[in-house]
């Protein structure tokens, strides 16, 4: 079983929907999880932190079930500017700093 | 400002060559990373160093050697390059090698092998 795992997609939507991305975990020892962000041809770019009593971030809101090691990752009213590849990364404790990175799940929001 | 830089943005190269990438970021961080991301976008540390000491160190060939003379750097040298090696590299960096450490990345370097 993979460290991270996540849906690849794609995943096309419409502008203005409402999309949400799903990620679990094998390592019940991970201690941090975090959503970033890829464009095309770019780096990863941190999108939000994701705290165990669930975060929000303007439409953007993170949720963590530690039980069933599960992540979670909200977008409402999506915008085209949204298009892009969600990573799904944890850090497992005692891993100095390690960041396991999901494989994406590519996004495209079309008008 | 850039916070993680990174040079060359491109490296072309054939196989055999050796050749080196050069990392530097300007956040005051004391921990520095090098990730490579395949053609199958899957990203993974290959090492990472705080305070210009080795802390991690993934299974890659010893033809990779990191460098760090200090800890604003971290260079990555890579010896008689394979095929294989084509892959876009990043360098990213975090305050300190504590898990809850978000990392900021570097734009990459885009390695190809001929």
């Known amino acids: 079983r993979k460290e991270v795992e996540q849906d690849p997609g794609p995943f096309n939507v419409p502008e203005g929907a409402t999309v949400a991305f799903n990620c679990t975990y094998s390592n019940s020892a991970s201690q941090s999880f975090f959503w970033y962000r890829q464009d095309c041809r770019k780096e990863p770019k941190l999108l939000m932190s994701?705290?165990?009593s669930g975060n929000e971030d303007g439409r953007f809101t993170a949720q963590l079930n530690r039980a069933s090691q599960y992540i979670s990752l909200l977008i409402r009213d999506s915008k085209l500017s949204d298009s892009a590849t969600y990573l799904c990364v944890v850090n497992i404790w005692g891993s100095q700093g390690n960041l396991i990175f999901g494989k994406g799940t590519k996004l495209s929001v079309k008008p | 400002d850039t916070a993680v830089s990174q040079t060359p943005k491109y490296l072309v190269t054939q196989m055999g060559n050796d050749k080196s990438i050069k990392c530097e970021q300007n956040l005051g961080h004391d921990t520095m990373y090098w990730y490579k991301q395949d053609s199958k976008k899957f990203l993974k540390i290959m090492f990472s160093y705080n305070n210009k000491e080795l802390i991690i160190n993934e299974t890659v060939p010893n033809r990779f050697s990191p460098k760090s003379p200090d800890k604003a750097h971290l260079n990555l040298h890579i010896n008689s390059l394979e095929l294989g090696d084509s892959a876009v590299y990043f360098c990213a960096s975090s305050q300190d090698f504590g898990g809850g450490q978000p990392q900021h990345f570097g734009d990459g370097t885009r390695l190809s092998i001929l």
């Open positions: 994701v705290y165990s």
